[in-house]
Structures are given as structure tokens and as C-alpha cells.
């Protein structure tokens, strides 16, 4: 008999491994012009995949952050205090620009390369890059404003990390927040009371009210909305303002979340805090808008980076773990899950890197890559975010019982998998933002199926889903009950088109029959008979 505490048959810790060394990624990259970024991401690849970054999202998970509403003295301070690997990978974060630093760049793919870059480092933990998303979809907001935008939008795009409550102009680098829903509203903004009353100095408002989530409230400026004399309207708020004194804002509580434990979400109640106007007064929803499209790409960013996540642990498992007389992966069952959460995963992918080539081109003035964004990040932020929580349940189960354990990290993916889904819109807002895109805008669903054209004829399952998009969207009959089904049939068409195009031939086939086709069911694990999964496998096996 073996020693009763002999470990075997155990895998080794999934370490050393360049995270961004995955295929359907480096050539997304390429193909959607950040290939110029290729030798920046790997090296963030390495740190992300070696055991120090592990620790550092372990341990900003295990020791939350604490707010401080007063000093020793009874002043009060709203501080929150964050274990210090919170703070070493947000400053590993904001240095290899995951946050706004694509908009001080230039170079066409900057966009694209920030986005591989924050899906990479997503893997490693997820809350943290809260703070980033904001901070990234504050600026084209801001510059609704230009005299605001001139002010700290060099500070937004600086990549050095500057944690502390300071005025923002006597710091290196900033961060951003943002403050919009109310207990009462929820998605519904409109119904937002916080007052906002003309005034005070250098053409501020005072603001007066509670707002119910705040993200990121450690940040150094917020975006929020207030109803004005002109109705809702858009504002910037300091935490701190340039005289050093601290703004008329407190935090009331941290909310205690299902998942991202290591970020502070809270309530803040304004009284009488001071906050400049952006954009026009009245418009607050349409100069917000413009943070949404950003925010909304970084949920199927996180996402898609959640699948790869779960899935490199679980082939990793499977790979070394032996049962029932062989290697797991090799048992044509496991073969079978396995290879179903790898076509979602790269599906994911293929799409948010697609995502973010028209965002990227978008900014730099194409029209029709701005027209099928705005259709195609709310179809995919609706799909994607909503396929993460059933692909993190089983990749968890790939693990067995250890999967189910904590240290595993698999607990952490899984209690992490439906906060994108929620953030930015719900499923229901993201579905009805689709629609109301297609009644507003008639050009976006032209720039939607200018995209699916481009795989006409390459294959007939997609051929004819993409058909029956065309009738499905020219059937206006109960609409609104019907959007879910539309906007998921929408998704799955783009990743179809995607795959087609530019995957190989294996990993295509397999996901429009499976998806598309009718050969795969409910469950992940029920692909049809003659899919290659080696093909399918190896592209998502870690890599050094």
C-alpha cells in the first residue's frame, strides 16, 4: 500500500505559459490591425500566465476592500483601502494601457490592441479591470466637452498608476467612475431624481441626491447623470477638488456582490457636490451613450476572457489527470465538452476582436464600420456575456470535485460569470437596444448584413440562417417578445460568418453544425458525430 499521503494523479498548477499565445487571438489581432502590438502583448502574456499573477488575483479576491468613512478624529474621509495586490496588477494594468491610453494613440489598431491586451490580463482577475473600462469609455463622453477634455484627458491617458485622493490636476495619472442608476430607476436612467442646481463657480452645478451603484468609487472623477432645469443631463464630478478640499459626496456603504469581490461597487449620496456639464443640457442620455459603447465592448471582452479562462484549466486538468485506465481527454466524452467549450471560446473571441476593429476604425471616421458597431456590440454583448455563466458551470465540472474547491479558481470564474450580462443593460436592455438601433438607424442592419455577405455561399447552414435572419427582422409582429430569439440567432450569424471566414475548416463546421445546423443540443458536450476535436482542441491547448 502507498503512503496515505502520497500525492499522485494530481495535474501541476497551470504556470508558465504565455497567455496570449492562442490562435484564434494573435491572428484576431493581426487581422484587425494591432499586430504592430504583438511583442507587448506577449510579454503581458507571460506575467498574466506565470504563478505571481496567480497569487495577486488570489489575494485581491481573499482580502476585499474596506471603506473608511471616517478618521481617527471623527473627519469624515470615504476612504477605501485595497490589499496591495490590488494595487499591483491595476498598476500593471494601467502601464500596458488597458485603460484609456488607445485614445492618445494614433496608430490604426490601437483599440484592437488595448482590447487583446485587456482580455489577456482579464484572465489573471477580473475585478480590477473595472476601473480600466471606465476609465476608457470616459473619454470620448468627455469630449463632449472639449475645455474638460482638454483638462484630464491627458491625466485619463497617462499610464501611470496614481492611487490616493488628491486634487486631479496635482496628480500623474487618473482614474475614472461612474454614477448613473438609482434604486428607484435601475436601467430606467429617466426616472433618476438627483437634482442638479445652476450656480456654482466656473459654470459647476450643485448636485443633491443617491445614487444606488457606483463602479469604481475609489476612482478621481465620475460621470453621472442629474436632472438640470433642461432635464436629465450629463456631469463630471471630482472626488477631490483643485482647492484640495474634498467634494460634497459620501460613500454610504461597499456593496456585497455574488462575484467581483475585490472592486468596490457603493452608494453615493451627493449634497450639494459640485460637477461640471458635458455635453448639452438635456441630452444627458444620447453624451452617455458613447461611454455605453465602450463599457458594452469590454463586457464581451471580459467574457470571452472568462471562457478561455475556464477552458485552458479545464483541458490543462483533462490533460494530466488519468481515469479509468487512460488520460481524461482522451476519453471521447470529454473529448466532446471539451471541444464545445473550445468553439465557444473562440467564437467569443473571433467576435469581440472583431468588435473592437470597428470600434477602432469607428474613431477614425468610417462610417459604416460605426454603423455596424453600433448594431453589433449590443447583439454581441447580449450573446456572449450570456453564454459565459453555463461555459464557466462546466468547465468548473471538467475539474471534478477539486473544480469545486476554491483553490482551484474555478469558484472565483464561476461566481464572476454573470456580472456582464447584468453590467451596462441586462439581457432585456441589450435585446431592446437592438431593436431600437434597427428603428433608429436602418443603416446599421444594411452594415450588418454587408458583414454576413461577406461569407455568403461558404457555407449552407449559415447561408440559411442568414436567411432567416432577413425574414425574421422583416417580421415587425410582436417585436419586442420575439427580441431575444432575433438578437441570439444575429450573434450567432456574426460568429458563424467569423469562423467561416478566417478559422480553419474543422473549428467552422463544427460550430454552424452545431449552432446553426440543428446537429448540437441544449448542453455543452452534444456536438454531432465526425467533428475533428484534435483540430479543435489544439487551438486552444496552453502554450509557452
Known amino acids: 500500500m502507498p503512503p496515505t499521503h502520497e500525492v499522485f494523479n494530481q495535474p501541476t498548477p497551470l504556470e508558465d505559459h504565455d497567455v496570449a499565445a492562442e490562435p484564434a487571438l494573435t491572428e484576431g489581432l493581426e487581422r484587425e490591425g494591432g499586430g504592430w502590438a504583438g511583442e507587448e502583448l506577449h510579454e503581458l502574456g507571460r506575467l498574466a500566465g506565470g504563478a505571481p499573477a496567480r497569487g495577486w488575483g488570489e489575494q485581491a479576491n481573499a482580502n476585499e476592500p474596506v471603506l473608511r468613512t471616517h478618521d481617527r478624529y471623527g473627519h469624515r474621509v470615504d476612504e477605501v483601502d ?5 494595487h499591483v496588477l491595476t498598476d500593471t494594468a494601467v502601464s500596458h494601457g488597458l485603460h484609456a491610453a488607445p485614445w492618445a494613440d494614433e496608430r490604426a489598431g490601437a483599440h484592437v490592441a488595448r482590447a487583446a491586451k485587456f482580455y489577456v490580463w482579464s484572465q489573471v482577475e477580473a475585478g480590477h479591470g473595472c476601473p480600466m473600462s471606465m476609465t476608457y469609455a470616459v473619454v470620448p463622453a468627455l469630449r463632449h466637452s472639449p475645455e474638460l477634455a482638454a483638462r484630464y484627458e491627458p491625466l485619463l491617458t497617462s499610464r501611470t498608476y496614481d492611487f490616493g ?17 438609482e434604486k428607484q430607476g435601475g436601467s430606467d436612467v429617466r426616472a433618476n431624481t438627483t437634482r442638479a442646481v445652476p450656480g456654482g463657480p466656473d459654470g459647476a452645478h450643485r448636485l443633491t441626491g443617491h445614487k444606488w451603484f457606483t463602479s469604481a468609487p475609489m476612482g478621481d472623477l465620475f460621470l453621472t447623470l442629474a436632472q438640470a432645469p433642461e432635464g436629465l ?25 455574488l462575484g467581483n469581490r475585490s472592486n468596490a461597487s457603493a452608494e453615493l449620496e451627493y449634497d450639494g457636490a459640485l460637477a461640471w456639464p458635458v455635453g ?29 479562462a475556464g477552458l485552458v484549466q479545464a483541458v490543462h486538468h483533462a490533460s494530466l489527470r488519468q481515469a479509468f485506465g487512460g488520460a481524461l481527454i482522451d476519453a471521447p466524452l470529454m473529448r466532446n465538452v471539451l471541444a464545445d467549450l473550445a468553439l465557444e471560446s473562440e467564437a467569443a473571441t473571433a467576435l469581440m476582436l472583431r468588435l473592437a476593429g470597428a470600434a477602432d476604425r469607428a474613431v477614425r471616421g468610417d462610417e459604416s464600420e460605426a454603423a455596424f458597431r453600433r448594431l453589433a456590440v449590443a447583439a454581441g454583448k447580449y450573446w456572449v456575456t ?25 469558484p472565483r470564474l464561476f461566481r464572476e460569470s454573470p456580472l456582464n450580462s447584468i453590467w451596462e443593460g441586462s439581457g432585456n436592455v441589450a435585446a431592446l437596444d437592438v431593436l ?24 449552407h447552414r449559415l447561408d440559411a440562417a442568414v436567411k432567416r435572419l432577413h425574414t425574421e427582422l422583416g417580421d415587425l409582429d410582436a417585436a419586442e417578445y420575439r427580441a431575444r430569439s432575433v438578437v441570439e440567432l444575429m450573434a450567432l450569424c456574426l460568429q458563424a460568418s467569423l469562423l467561416v471566414r478566417h478559422a480553419p475548416a474543422a473549428v467552422a463546421d463544427a460550430f454552424t453544425a452545431s449552432r ?9 458536450g452534444t456536438l454531432p458525430r465526425g467533428v475533428d476535436t484534435e483540430a479543435v482542441l489544439d487551438r486552444c491547448r496552453p502554450r509557452t
Open 82 to 86: 485595497f490589499h496591495p495586490a490590488w
Open 165 to 181: 485622493l488628491r486634487p486631479p490636476l496635482a496628480k500623474r495619472g487618473l482614474l475614472a467612475g461612474m454614477s448613473m442608476t
Open 233 to 257: 443631463s450629463c456631469f463630471l464630478v471630482p472626488r477631490v477638488l483643485e482647492d484640495g478640499t474634498r467634494n460634497a459626496l459620501s460613500i454610504q456603504r461597499l456593496k456585497d456582490k
Open 280 to 308: 448639452e443640457p438635456g441630452r444627458g442620455v444620447r453624451t452617455i451613450i458613447e461611454m455605453v459603447n465602450g463599457t458594452r465592448l469590454d463586457c464581451v471582452i471580459g467574457s470571452a476572457a472568462g471562457m478561455r
Open 386 to 410: 450570456k453564454r459565459q455563466p453555463a461555459h464557466a458551470a462546466e468547465a468548473l465540472e471538467c475539474l471534478g470535485g477539486n473544480g469545486y474547491v476554491e483553490e482551484s479558481g474555478m
Open 436 to 459: 431600437r438601433a434597427m428603428a433608429k438607424e436602418p443603416v446599421c442592419v444594411e452594415a450588418l448584413f454587408a458583414e454576413l455577405a461577406l461569407s455568403q455561399g461558404a457555407d
Open 516 to 524: 446553426l445546423g440543428g446537429e448540437g443540443g441544449r448542453a455543452f
